[in-house]
């Protein structure tokens, strides 16, 4: 077995703001994922990562940048932080893509 | 336009009710997942089906790759059932989840 821990829990920001939020597996998956869950609905990919230093762009990837500087973490920034992008962000991993994913507990972030 | 269709979109059982859950894609898949969530919570994968039935305990799912559909069985629910339930494809080219079907059991 494995886990898959993301920090921080919550995550307050100024409009405007740049921030970061960061992921961690001990799977030794090779392929990552960040999403983002509004209230109430499903997932969005913002970005994935097959291997170290490979990034793939999802559909929401715009005001967001990633960095996989290992194969066990995966951070995610963004760029500059809107009120409308309030949501939960939650990290995947697993073996390849297209195989089981395995989540993290998520990210709730607040804009003020 | 909606890639992923989940039916329904809520449900209300009485202990032990059965439930079937509903997702029909718009494209072809190469694999699909199952998840439950509650609320606040993260995702727990229920099952990897990309296709034909896997059961685990009181939980079946099945799919149709020819008809681009899975659907999740919940037999003899249980008030511990309550929370959202999503499903998720990947078709190689991109993945798309459902917007979820939130289930609520009363005793």
């Known amino acids: 077995g494995g886990i898959i821990t993301q920090t921080p829990k919550f995550l307050i920001g100024q409009e405007g703001q740049k921030l970061t939020l960061k992921c961690q597996q001990n799977f030794n998956h090779d392929t990552m994922y960040w999403y983002r869950q509004d209230s109430g609905k499903g997932l969005r990919l913002i970005y994935y990562?097959?291997?170290?230093?490979?990034?793939q762009k999802g559909d929401l990837s715009e005001g967001y940048d990633a960095s996989r500087e290992k194969k066990s973490s995966f951070s995610l920034t963004v760029t500059s932080a809107q009120k409308n992008e309030m949501a939960v962000f939650l990290c995947a991993s697993s073996i390849n893509r297209g195989w089981e994913q395995y989540f993290g507990p998520g990210t709730r972030l607040t804009v003020l | 336009g909606q890639q992923v269709q989940q039916s329904p979109a809520s449900l209300v059982l009485q202990e032990g009710e059965n439930a079937e859950l509903q997702c029909n894609f718009s494209?072809?898949?190469?694999?699909m997942q199952w998840f439950y969530q509650r609320p606040g919570g993260s995702l727990v994968s229920l099952f990897y089906?990309?296709?034909g039935t896997k059961q685990s305990g009181r939980l079946t799912s099945t799919t149709v790759i020819k008809e681009r559909r899975s659907s999740l069985h919940i037999s003899s629910s249980q008030t511990t059932d309550s929370g959202t339930y999503l499903c998720?494809?990947?078709?190689?080219?991109?993945?798309?989840f459902g917007d979820g079907t939130q289930l609520v059991v009363k005793p």
């Open positions: 990562s097959i291997t170290e230093n490979d990034l």
């Open positions: 089906n990309p296709s």
């Open positions: 494209t072809s898949l190469n694999s």
């Open positions: 998720a494809m990947d078709n190689n080219n991109r993945i798309f």
